[in-house]
């Protein structure tokens, strides 16, 4: 019990927990991590200095599979690529997109990526349940330290429940940490949606009573993240009081506020739209890695004549994974929008080799050289991979441009997503006036005309334009009950749908596929009469 490096396998939480795994110390930058390996287990659950060198090593344990490089660094993706907003390429993350893989308990999909997610959320539930259990015994504390420990670890394990359950429906959810006497009771059936529901409001209105809005350190959880957390499980109970009250509060705090659309992305997200980001802080010891979420959703350009890999290009891109027809549409629709100029996404590639431009090409011209083709694969093919618009949203400005690896902050919750919550749980409650106020807020954001009508649709259109590939699109059309429509009208592009080996995804897909199937060597944890999702036994 007393060396941190010590593992222990639980089936209690499904999956082999590193509950006393090595934790990181909280002394001079955030995620400036000393390594503490002669400190017991005792000291981090017993001392106040502990607990918030564990709360740290949460933050470090949030961020492992963002930077997790197998399979090309898909597993942070493949929300997107099972989105109606992609197009899947090629690579690992395009045989999600194709339900190829994740699709059933048999493929490779499913026990690798699906599995990290699983064991992912899972790992941090179990560490922050012992943190919350250290704080809560302990006697020999301030009382707004105390809190400040058990906020921020109610947050971390709000959100990682919430991600199951959206994720995997039939979810079990438990308190209590894992120790040498439970680590092998073995749960007999999910918990319900109440007992779920009712842990996340419980766990953030805590964390709202007692977290700031301006945490000391960017990248900790403050209350608008809290606040902003408690809209969208607001959202889900179809509780459109609360998510609109939740809303306004943000909005209205004066702690947060929209940026210009050039600066939402740019460096490292320290402004007053993001509420909430993962650090990848470099060159720090035990701190951020580097990941390639970049690299997989900018188009291979460089492999045109007349193109070499840039700043302003997007940096290096293998174009494995991109915008789909629909939102390239949905973005076109005004002319005047700002977030395909290089900001969130770029839809031009220029020259910018002059010894191998082509006949006819300047420098600074926009790549065009290819034509997305509803028949001719090859052509299609290398409009995909070569000139595709891409997403910027995780490129890093300040490494080399040929460098796939890069270290940039990534946003989780900002500020736009809050206004479109606000927008649709007003709209709902009959309050017209406010939801135009907020979905106009952002529009208007973009430099595109206000409107004056508003319908869920609407929302889902502005939230397709302002959020894609951030991971919610996903989970936004499965609460409204509009991902199957959606998927089978837009999934990846009909050429591209037809081109695969293995068939056209929209004849595989199944309503059924709304809940991610539960890896069978996590089945194999559970009790015997788990009930598995519906359609994958």
């Given at each position: 019990?007393?060396?941190?490096?010590?593992?222990?396998?639980?089936?209690?939480?499904?999956?082999?927990?590193?509950?006393?795994?090595?934790?990181?110390?909280?002394?001079?930058?955030?995620?400036?991590?000393?390594?503490?390996s002669?400190?017991?287990?005792?000291?981090?659950?017993?001392?106040?200095e502990?607990?918030?060198?564990?709360?740290?090593?949460?933050?470090?344990?949030?961020?492992?599979?963002?930077?997790?490089?197998?399979?090309?660094?898909?597993?942070?993706l493949?929300?997107?690529?099972?989105?109606?907003?992609?197009?899947?390429?090629?690579?690992?993350?395009?045989l999600?997109?194709?339900l190829?893989?994740?699709?059933?308990?048999?493929?490779f999909?499913?026990?690798?990526?699906?599995?990290?997610?699983?064991?992912?959320?899972?790992?941090?539930?179990?560490?922050?349940?012992?943190?919350?259990?250290?704080?809560?015994?302990?006697?020999?504390i301030?009382?707004?330290?105390?809190?400040?420990?058990?906020?921020e670890a109610?947050?971390?394990?709000?959100?990682?429940?919430?991600?199951?359950?959206r994720?995997?429906?039939?979810?079990?959810i438990?308190?209590?940490?894992?120790t040498?006497?439970?680590?092998?009771?073995?749960?007999?059936?999910?918990?319900?949606?109440?007992?779920?529901?009712?842990?996340?409001?419980s766990?953030?209105?805590?964390?709202?009573?007692?977290?700031?809005?301006?945490?000391?350190?960017?990248g900790?959880?403050?209350q608008?993240?809290?606040?902003?957390?408690?809209?969208?499980?607001?959202?889900?109970?179809?509780?459109?009081?609360?998510?609109?009250?939740?809303a306004?509060?943000?909005?209205?705090?004066?702690?947060?506020?929209?940026?210009?659309?050039?600066?939402v992305?740019?460096?490292?997200?320290?402004?007053?739209?993001?509420?909430?980001?993962?650090?990848?802080?470099?060159?720090t010891?035990?701190?951020?890695?580097?990941?390639?979420?970049?690299?997989?959703m900018?188009?291979?350009?460089?492999?045109?004549?007349?193109?070499?890999?840039?700043?302003?290009?997007?940096?290096?891109?293998?174009g494995?994974?991109?915008?789909?027809?629909?939102?390239?549409?949905?973005?076109?629709?005004?002319?005047?929008?700002?977030?395909?100029?290089?900001?969130?996404?770029?839809?031009e590639?220029?020259?910018?080799?002059e010894?191998?431009?082509?006949?006819?090409?300047?420098?600074?011209?926009?790549?065009?050289?290819?034509?997305?083709?509803?028949?001719?694969?090859?052509?299609f093919?290398?409009?995909?991979?070569?000139?595709n618009?891409?997403?910027?949203?995780?490129?890093?400005?300040?490494?080399?441009?040929?460098?796939?690896?890069?270290?940039?902050?990534i946003?989780?919750?900002?500020?736009?997503?809050?206004?479109?919550?606000?927008?649709?749980?007003?709209?709902?409650?009959?309050?017209?006036?406010?939801?135009?106020e907020?979905?106009?807020?952002?529009?208007?954001?973009?430099?595109?005309?206000?409107?004056n009508?508003?319908?869920?649709?609407?929302?889902?259109?502005?939230?397709?334009?302002?959020?894609?590939?951030?991971?919610?699109?996903?989970?936004?059309?499965?609460?409204?009950?509009?991902?199957?429509?959606?998927?089978?009208?837009?999934?990846?592009?009909?050429?591209?749908?037809?081109?695969?080996?293995?068939g056209?995804?929209?004849?595989?897909?199944?309503?059924?596929?709304?809940?991610?199937?539960?890896?069978q060597?996590?089945?194999?944890?559970?009790?015997?009469?788990?009930?598995?999702?519906?359609?994958?036994?």
């Open positions: 019990m007393k060396n941190m490096n010590l593992n222990i396998v639980s089936k209690r939480i499904f999956a082999v927990v590193f509950a006393l795994a090595m934790l990181s110390s909280c002394e001079k930058d955030f995620l400036e991590d000393k390594l503490r002669n400190t017991s287990v005792d000291f981090l659950y017993t001392t106040p502990g607990l918030e060198s564990a709360v740290v090593g949460l933050y470090s344990l949030n961020r492992e599979i963002y930077q997790d490089l197998s399979l090309n660094g898909t597993y942070p493949i929300l997107q690529a099972k989105s109606d907003l992609g197009v899947g390429i090629t690579g690992e993350v395009s999600y997109s194709r190829l893989w994740g699709a059933s308990l048999g493929d999909g499913t026990t690798s990526g699906i599995n990290a997610h699983w064991v992912h959320h899972y790992r941090i539930v179990d560490r922050c349940n012992a943190i919350i259990r250290g704080a809560e015994n302990l006697q020999d301030d009382e707004s330290r105390k809190n400040q420990i058990l906020a109610k947050c971390m394990r709000a959100n990682a429940y919430f991600s199951l359950y994720l995997f429906n039939n979810i079990f438990t308190t209590e940490p894992t040498p006497e439970n680590a092998f009771d073995v749960p007999q059936d999910k918990s319900s949606v109440e007992e779920i529901f009712s842990l996340l409001r766990d953030l209105d805590f964390a709202i009573d007692n977290l700031d809005y301006n945490p000391e350190q960017f900790r959880w403050g608008g993240a809290a606040r902003h957390l408690r809209a969208m499980v607001a959202l889900w109970e179809e509780d459109w009081t609360e998510a609109a009250a939740q306004d509060a943000i909005i209205t705090s004066g702690n947060h506020s929209l940026v210009a659309t050039e600066e992305f740019a460096g490292e997200l320290d402004h007053s739209e993001t509420l909430f980001a993962i650090n990848f802080e470099r060159e010891i035990g701190g951020g890695s580097q990941h390639i979420m970049s690299w997989n900018v188009s291979a350009y460089s492999d045109a004549p007349g193109l070499i890999q840039s700043v302003e290009n997007g940096g290096a891109g293998a494995f994974i991109s915008l789909n027809q629909y939102i390239i549409d949905l973005l076109n629709e005004d002319p005047d929008d700002n977030r395909k100029n290089n900001t969130y996404y770029i839809f590639y220029a020259y910018n080799d010894s191998a431009l082509p006949p006819g090409k300047e420098l600074g011209d926009p790549l065009d050289l290819y034509e997305n083709s509803e028949t001719d694969q090859n052509e093919m290398l409009y995909y991979r070569r000139q618009p891409g997403v910027l949203k995780f490129f890093d400005e300040t490494v080399e441009p040929t460098d796939r690896n890069h270290f940039k902050n946003m989780i919750y900002r500020l736009a997503e809050t206004y479109l919550i606000g927008a649709e749980a007003h709209m709902m409650a009959n309050n017209t006036t406010k939801a135009l907020y979905l106009n807020a952002v529009r208007e954001r973009a430099n595109t005309d206000p409107v009508s508003i319908d869920l649709q609407a929302i889902l259109d502005e939230g397709a334009r302002e959020l894609a590939f951030e991971g919610q699109r996903w989970f936004t059309l499965k609460r409204t009950g509009k991902l199957y429509e959606f998927l089978l009208d837009h999934m990846n592009n009909d050429n591209m749908n037809e081109s695969y080996p293995e056209n995804p929209k004849v595989l897909l199944r309503e059924y596929m709304e809940n991610w199937p539960i890896p060597q996590q089945m194999d944890l559970l009790g015997p009469n788990y009930p598995q999702n519906e359609g994958y036994n």
